[in-house]
Antibody, heavy 120, light 107 residues
Framework: QVQLVESGGGVVQPGRSLRLSCAASGFSLSRYGMHWVRQAPGKGLEWVAVIQYDGGSKFYADSVKGRFTISRDNSRNTLFLQMNSLRAEDTAVYYC?????????????WGQGTLVTVSS | DIQMTQSPSSLSASVGDRVTITCRASQSISDYLNWYQQKPGKAPRLLIYTTSSLQSGAPSRFSGSGAGTDFTLTISSLQPEDFATYYCQHSYSAPLTFGQGTRLDIK
């Protein structure tokens, strides 16, 4: 069955960097687009970024553009989110999510999330 | 960027009630509209994709309709396990924005 397991979350100071990973299993990662979605404490879902099946296209929310980078290593079945210049408002649970198609159609599977706290 | 607006933001209802949640896009998104359910402390779950297609495993009491800019999620007869927060999301073009959510709780 499809499994997505995020890691790399934790407490980080404002202005610092953090890299999240998402280990995928139960499906062929190289065939599907992948997303990161976040949820600040007590708030709604915010879409963060998407990457096409082969890494050829990437898109970002305006709130993270220029600071966050989504990438993937299909040979290692792993998705990444490099987060630089972190701000307090980036504090959230970050979900890794699988798209139904090779780019973006709809999210059909979600990981359990990893908490990122940006605080001094 | 396309903005998604859900209404109402919260809703109280009873088991057995018929409930409708609305999602409006700031521009036409054809039928590229999806609905997710989220319970406290859990990851979201896909219910409806492409406006009206029921995801495998989702109960048949959930249905979706609409086109263009106006969409609805309907629960035909509320069950205790349906009390949760519901989000719409468009997949017309990046960024793929979510609505702000509709919290459905027990009256």
């Amino acid at each position: 069955q499809v499994q997505l397991v995020e890691s790399g979350g934790g407490v980080v100071q404002p202005g610092r960097s953090l890299r999240l990973s998402c280990a995928a299993s139960g499906f062929s990662l190289s065939r599907y687009g992948m997303h990161w979605v976040r949820q600040a404490p007590g708030k709604g879902l915010e879409w963060v970024a998407v990457i096409q099946y082969d890494g050829g296209s990437k898109f970002y929310a305006d709130s993270v553009k220029g600071r966050f980078t989504i990438s993937r290593d299909n040979s290692r079945n792993t998705l990444f989110l490099q987060m630089n210049s972190l701000r307090a408002e980036d504090t959230a649970v970050y979900y890794c999510a699988k798209d139904h198609g090779s780019g973006w159609t709809y999210i059909d599977y979600w990981g359990q999330g990893t908490l990122v706290t940006v605080s001094s | 960027d396309i903005q998604m607006t859900q209404s109402p933001s919260s809703l109280s209802a009873s088991v057995g009630d018929r409930v409708t949640i609305t999602c409006r896009a700031s521009q036409s998104i054809s039928d590229y509209l999806n609905w997710y359910q989220q319970k406290p402390g859990k990851a979201p779950r896909l219910l409806i994709y492409t406006t009206s297609s029921l995801q495998s495993g989702a109960p048949s009491r959930f249905s979706g309709s609409g086109a263009g800019t106006d969409f609805t999620l309907t629960i035909s007869s509320l069950q205790p396990e349906d009390f949760a927060t519901y989000y719409c999301q468009h997949s017309y073009s990046a960024p793929l924005t979510f609505g702000q959510g509709t919290r459905l709780d027990i009256k």
